[in-house]
Every structure is written in C-alpha cells, then in structure tokens.
C-alpha cells in the first residue's frame, strides 16, 4: 500500500530572489517614467516619477517611510500637474508594502489615505475637461477605479501579513511541543534511571548480604563441621547466580536491543525468598494468607521489595536475632506487610532509626508511596525494629 505524497508546495522566493525582485520591480517603472517624462518633454514629469518611484527600492526593509515618501510625491503631483503619470502605479505597491511589511495600523492609515486620495485624483483629472454643471458621474468612476485598486493592494498585504503570523504561531507552537517532548522524555529517562538505580540497590543488598552470612558460616563451619561449610558454599554459589541474572536483566533494559520484558519478581515469589531466608539462618515466623491473593504485577512487586529490603536491613544492622516476624495479611483495601525483628533495632548501625537515613528505606518508601500506600519504620519497643507498610490494592 503505498502512502499519499505530500501536496506540492508552492514555489517562494528565497532572501536573494526577494531582493532581486524588488529591484526589477523598481527599475522597471523608473525606465516607464524616463521615457514617458522624455517623449513628453516634460522636467517636471521625471521630477515626479522618479520622486515616487524610487523609494520602492526599499520598501520592505522600510515600508512606513517609503509610502510616506510615495505619498508626498503623489500629493504634489495634484498641486503640479493634473495629468496621471505612468509613475502612479508605485502607489499601489507602497500600500501593499505598508499592509504585507509593517503593522495593521500603518496598513489601514494607508488604505484611508489611499481611498481619500481615489477621490482627490479623480477630481483633479477630471476638473480641466468640464466646467458646469460638474460631472460627477466620471469622478465617481474614476474614483471606484482607483480605490478597488487601492483595496486589492491592501488586501492582498494584509492577507500576506496575516499568513506569516499565522505560520510563523504554528513554527513557534511547533518548537514549543518538540521542547515539551523532550522535556517528557528526560523526565521519563529519569524515572527509569531512578526505577532501575532502586531495582539494582535491592538485588545487589539482598544478593551481598545472603552471600556475606552465608560465607562468615563456613568460614567457622569449615575446620568442623565440612558437611555445612559444602552446603553454605552451594548456597552462596545460588544466590550470587541469582543476583548476577537479576542484575543483567536490569542492565539489558539499558541496551537498544534488549526490551526488558522479563517478568518481575511477585506476591507468587513471595514463599521462595523466605525459604530462601530460612534457609540463610533467619529465625522466621512467618504468616501469610492461604491462598495468596491475587493482585496487580505492580502490588506484588512492592510487597517482595518491601519483605526484601527488610531482611536485608535484618541481616545487615540487627546482628544477632532470635525472631523475626513476618506476616502479610490482607486488610481493607489492600494488603499489611510488617517485619518485626528484635536485635539491636534503634542501636543498630545503618540509619535503622527513621526513614530516611539508607538508600534502602528510602527506596522502600519511595514504591509504597508511589503505589499509593503508607509506610511506617522504626524501632520498637524493648529492643528490635519494625517495617509495617500498608499498600492498596
């Protein structure tokens, strides 16, 4: 199917053209004038001519000072002569000038003057042939004459006036969208560079802190108990190909050729990282509803980064812990999820006293805040610290 071609575009004059234009234009009646103000044998008539047709060398760099001028001249032809010259055609252009180049007002000044001067014009020609009674009928045709000219050059000007502005709103207009658009895209790059930035801290601070635990372990398992030290080692060894995959599904975002479409982690994901918790010496407690319910991709990953980012913290500034609680219940329009530890909580190190002071709770906050939810941290009661975040559904 082939697509519609583009209406052909008229041909303009370019800035080189333009200028050339205008002076043929304006030698041309200056060669008419000559020639008629030398067969006629008349001073005065080259005089006049050449008054009201040079200007228009300059008519659209000045055009107010050039009607002026051609205006003048043409006045003085009525006190002078009262015969119309060939050079009389210029005081078409200078309205048209006045209309296309300058302003509405200085157009319309100069249609005024123009239609009052049809009238003067066509008076004074007239005037020499009859004495009484006095004709009006050839002035008021000679008058309409030279005004419907008069209005044509105005006309014509203020349309040419009227159709740059127009284009050149629809130029600006047009700027101001491609400048919105790329606005609208750096911000979009920003959230994607903070989303990914966000991503990458949880997988790298889980996946670290999993491989640390488990590596002090066989560490002190290793000259005793060898059978434990294989078996941290094994999970150390899963963990880290995890992060690792993890990690390059996020860096392949970042890639032209990669569209990152790869199912994010979920609620469904939710029972393998407190196995795999467990499993890394994490006293749990765990409560969660039976069955899971069935939420948006968007909820499920809030509610894994939440529990995620909390054992990460558990691990990395309780120290040592004998319960951590983690339950996930389904409430009033959405989901609760708290993590309850009660190691060090407020003593820890880390900035485990608010909100604000990891990269990780503040990551944590920014996704439950941005799903719309409400999060709560801080240190408990008696000792330990606590992650509770409400997140609708």
Not at 261 to 280: C, I, M, N, T
């Amino acid at each position: 199917m082939s697509t519609p071609s583009l209406p052909r575009q008229p041909r303009r004059l370019g800035p080189r053209g333009r200028a050339w234009f205008d002076r043929l234009l304006t030698l041309g009646l200056v060669a008419f004038t000559v020639l008629g103000a030398l067969g006629a044998d008349e001073p005065a008539w080259l005089v006049l001519g050449l008054a009201q047709t040079v200007p228009l060398w300059w008519r659209r760099g000045h055009p107010v000072l050039v009607y002026t001028a051609v205006a003048v001249a043409s006045a003085a032809q009525v006190l002078v002569l009262d015969t119309p010259l060939v050079s009389q055609l210029a005081y078409p252009v200078a309205v048209y000038s006045a209309a296309r180049f300058a302003s509405a007002r200085a157009g319309a000044v100069a249609l005024l003057v123009g239609l009052c001067a049809a009238v003067t014009a066509a008076v004074d020609w007239i005037s020499p042939y009859y004495d009484s009674p006095y004709p009006w009928a050839p002035v008021i045709s000679y008058a309409t004459t030279i005004g419907v000219i008069v209005l044509a050059a105005w006309s014509l000007g203020t349309l040419g006036r009227t159709r740059q502005a127009y284009v050149g709103a629809l130029l600006d207009h047009a700027d101001d969208l491609a400048r919105e658009a790329e606005q609208r895209a750096e911000l979009a790059a920003s959230d994607e560079r903070t989303r990914i930035a966000r991503e990458m801290h949880d997988v790298v601070a889980h996946g670290l802190s999993v491989i640390i635990v488990q590596a002090d372990g066989a560490r002190y398992a290793a000259a005793k108990e060898p059978a434990v030290a294989v078996e941290a080692l094994e999970t150390v060894s899963a963990t880290g190909r995890e992060a690792l995959a993890e990690m390059r599904r996020l860096l392949g975002v970042l890639r032209t050729d990669d569209t990152g479409v790869r199912p994010q982690p979920g609620l469904a994901d939710l029972p393998w990282l407190l196995e795999q918790a467990a499993a890394d010496g994490l006293p749990l407690e765990v409560t969660l509803p039976d069955p899971l319910p069935a939420v948006g991709d968007g909820v499920g990953l809030v509610v894994y980064r939440v529990v995620q980012e909390a054992l990460t913290n558990v691990r990395r500034h309780a120290g040592l812990v004998r319960r951590v609680e983690v339950e996930v219940a389904t409430a009033p329009g959405g989901l609760r999820v708290d993590v309850r530890d009660d190691g060090r909580g407020a003593g820890g190190a880390g900035g485990r006293t608010d909100g604000t002071g990891g990269l990780g709770l503040v990551g944590m906050r920014e996704r439950v805040l941005a799903s719309g939810g409400e999060l709560e941290v801080g240190p408990r009661p008696g000792g330990g610290f606590a992650v509770g975040a409400r997140i609708p559904v």
